[in-house]
């Protein structure tokens, strides 16, 4: 729930006006800390307390964790609205593989090939899933260490799953620096749990036996220092568990509840119903609050919806997506390869490099940015002009890549031609291309033939 302005300036000095801050007034400064463009550290005057109080009133309303580090580094949490429309979610959930040590080795093995290897290009972009869930399930410490300690080589990302305390914290300890987040954690481990997370601090995921219990319990963490948590209200009947991420959720935001402000752990992997009903409850998740989702098995025909679902409400609904303004190499082009312009919507890329691919002709794909458009609305929106188009041929480097001098452009804008070739100085042959990218497969071969003499 966002802080009000005049509540923050009630807590500042008031008085002294002083312009330390780099603000005119107290009540300026104020208003630049309730909307997060300023810290609490730039007032000299303000008293430890105050400052403690005042960091606490800032913080958004749900804290933001991060799993792993490095390059598979996944962060949870930090979102801001209830639903999507109201402005954008933040941060994706993170899609984990549970692994059992009773599992055989060529299993455990096929799984972190899975979670490593398996991924989809889509629109530009890489989908895959994030982490791997090693389960203490044997009742053989050795085992759960031994499996840990294989996942630990993957260098992927890992949450450790344990009810035997003594198991989980060994666990922790071989694979610290990864930063594993340790689950569970509960009312009946608590009190001793706590001085073991401290000894070496990494995520934590506590279970409730009941939202109301989970308050308790991040209450008691927090007072121990201990905020990088993930929270699970340990339902694991379908209809009770979206009811109480949902609980969640508005409690954190609408009602600024700081117990309940932290990324949940959502566990379809211990709800009965096989594999079809996992997938269809773990979507259930991305789409009802969970920051962290953890399934017994996956392939690509369930993965691949899950990562496609994830990805549509996880996009910033204000901004088309889109890819960078670059030129990019489809098959293996050569100096003598043919130079295409389109613009950065990831669709239209998308479209039109695989209309490439499909031709059999290596190209070159000059994507100019246009913020996100499409070709002709980027076009009527004066963001896909041939003035900008030129200059942005002129700073890529293509002129350096090939040695012809023939561009060509989609048939929708053929009236940029003219403009583009003035803006290119009359340096190269501006062609118009077809009008839909369907039938770039008829076009290609023949203009290549042309390209290289
Ligand atoms: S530095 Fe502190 S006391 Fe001075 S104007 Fe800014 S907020 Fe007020």
Redesign the pocket.
């Known amino acids: 729930m966002p802080v009000a302005g005049s509540e923050v300036a009630k807590m500042?000095?008031?008085?002294?006006?002083?312009?330390?801050?780099?603000?005119?007034?107290?009540f300026?400064?104020?208003m630049k800390l309730a909307s997060g463009g300023a810290t609490v550290d730039?007032?000299?005057?303000?008293s430890d307390e105050v400052k403690a109080k005042l960091t606490d009133l800032l913080a958004p309303p749900m804290k933001l964790v991060t799993l792993g580090q490095g390059e598979r580094k996944l962060e949870v949490g930090d979102e801001e609205v209830v639903y999507r429309h109201e402005k954008t979610y933040h941060h994706e959930p993170g899609i984990a593989l549970l692994i059992s040590d009773k599992e055989s080795d060529e299993k455990v093995e096929e799984k972190i090939r899975k979670v490593k290897e398996l991924e989809f290009p889509w629109v530009g972009l890489t989908l895959k899933a994030d982490l791997l869930a090693p389960y203490f399930e044997s009742g053989d410490k050795g085992k759960f260490l031994a499996l840990v300690k294989k996942v630990y080589a993957s260098e992927l990302g890992m949450i450790l799953i344990s009810e035997d305390m003594d198991a989980l914290f060994s666990a922790r300890d071989v694979s610290a620096d990864r930063n594993p987040l340790i689950y569970p954690v509960t009312s009946e481990n608590i009190d001793k749990a706590i001085p073991k997370i401290k000894e070496k601090p990494t995520p934590v995921g506590v279970r409730g036996k009941s939202v109301e219990e989970l308050v308790s319990l991040t209450m008691k963490l927090k007072d121990a220092g201990i905020e990088e948590v993930a929270i699970d209200p340990g339902s694991r009947n379908p209809m009770e568990a979206i009811r109480d991420q949902t609980f969640i959720r508005k409690a954190a935001i609408k009602r600024g509840f700081r117990p309940l402000g932290y990324p949940t752990i959502a566990l379809p992997c211990f709800m009965d119903g096989g594999k079809l009903k996992e997938a269809l409850i773990a979507s259930a998740f991305i789409e009802k609050f969970a920051g962290i989702i953890v399934l017994s098995d996956f392939d690509q025909y369930s993965l691949l919806p899950l990562l496609i679902n994830r990805l549509n409400i996880y996009t910033d609904p204000r901004f088309p997506m889109a890819v960078e303004e670059k030129y990019y190499e489809v098959l293996e082009p050569n100096e003598y390869s043919p130079v295409l312009v389109t613009s950065n919507w990831s669709l239209t890329y998308f479209v039109v490099s695989s209309a490439v691919e499909a031709a059999k002709v290596p190209s070159f794909l000059c994507v100019k940015d246009a913020e996100g458009l499409g070709v002709l609305t980027g076009w009527a929106a004066g963001k896909f002009t041939g003035e900008g188009i030129g200059a942005f041929i002129k700073k890529s480097g293509i002129a350096d890549r090939v040695k012809h001098r023939k561009i060509v452009i989609p048939g929708k804008v053929s009236r940029i031609k003219g403009e583009l070739e003035d803006a290119l100085d009359l340096k190269w042959e501006v062609v118009v291309g077809p009008r839909e990218a369907t039938e770039i497969g008829k076009f290609l071969p023949g203009f290549a033939k042309t390209v290289k003499g």
């Open positions: 500042l000095p008031g008085r002294k006006q002083c312009k330390e801050c780099g603000f005119p007034t107290c300026a400064f104020a730039k007032c000299p005057y303000l």
